[in-house]
T-cell receptor, first 112, second 111 residues
Framework: EDQVTQSPEALRLQEGESSSLNCSYTVSGLRGLFWYRQDPGKGPEFLFTLYSAGEEKEKERLKATLTKKESFLHITAPKPEDSATYLCAVQDSGAGSYQLTFGKGTKLSVIP | DTAVSQTPKYLVTQMGNDKSIKCEQN?????MYWYKQDSKKFLKIMFS???????INETVPNRFSPKSPDKAHLNLHINSLELGDSAVYFC??????????FGPGTRLTVL
């Protein structure tokens, strides 16, 4: 069974204080690892897809990296508007569908 | 221009009732999904539907049934609602295994 574990559960940062979120996963065959952002009362918003170990993707203050066992979401000089819950999900190449298995998320709060 | 839309946004009903949630996507995607997000914010797959092939998560009670009138719509029907069905339900779509786009969610409260 696919498993995704995210840490920490919650993270409070001062504005400008860089940090990383962790996503460790167990999957029979990784088709893709996805990062989403979810604001309160809204649906998850797509950020990145990573397909193979060593791959990196960047968007503004966010950078996602992937190894064979985990992914990191690095946040550089965060701003209050980066406050949200960040969700990691895996897609199993051996599954019968394209469904995503999600972790429980990291709730990020950036304090001005 | 909404990509994935759901109606209603809020649904409050009594135990034992039957209800439906509608989902539409205008992205031209070939695969649609339903996810359930519980009170602890954990998002879990319920169904995926692709080219008339339905894949059901084995933990989903058979009181839940998706219905797809066409490629752009995947509605969720729930019979005999129970207290434990209270949650936020998200519809999503994708082009095969590419990134999934989520709707705004429907908050279901069963009294």
């Amino acid at each position: 069974e696919d498993q995704v574990t995210q840490s920490p559960e919650a993270l409070r940062l001062q504005e400008g204080e860089s940090s990383s979120l962790n996503c460790s996963y167990t999957v029979s065959g990784l088709r893709g690892l996805f990062w989403y952002r979810q604001d309160p009362g809204k649906g998850p918003e797509f950020l990145f897809t990573l397909y193979s170990a060593g791959e990196e993707k960047e968007k503004e203050r966010l950078k996602a990296t992937l190894t064979k066992k985990e992914s990191f979401l690095h946040i550089t000089a965060p701003k209050p508007e980066d406050s949200a819950t960040y969700l990691c999900a895996v897609q199993d190449s051996g599954a019968g569908s394209y469904q995503l298995t999600f972790g429980k998320g990291t709730k990020l709060s950036v304090i001005p | 221009d909404t990509a994935v839309s759901q109606t209603p946004k809020y649904l409050v009903t009594q135990m034992g009732n039957d209800k439906s949630i509608k989902c539409e996507q205008n992205l031209g995607h070939d695969t649609m999904y339903w996810y359930k997000q519980d009170s602890k914010k954990f998002l879990k797959i319920m169904f995926s539907y692709n080219n008339k092939e339905l894949i059901i998560n084995e933990t989903v009670p058979n009181r839940f049934s998706p219905k797809s009138p066409d490629k752009a719509h995947l509605n969720l029907h729930i019979n005999s609602l129970e207290l434990g069905d209270s949650a936020v339900y998200f519809c999503a779509s994708s082009q095969e295994g590419d990134e999934q786009f989520f709707g705004p969610g429907t908050r279901l409260t069963v009294l």
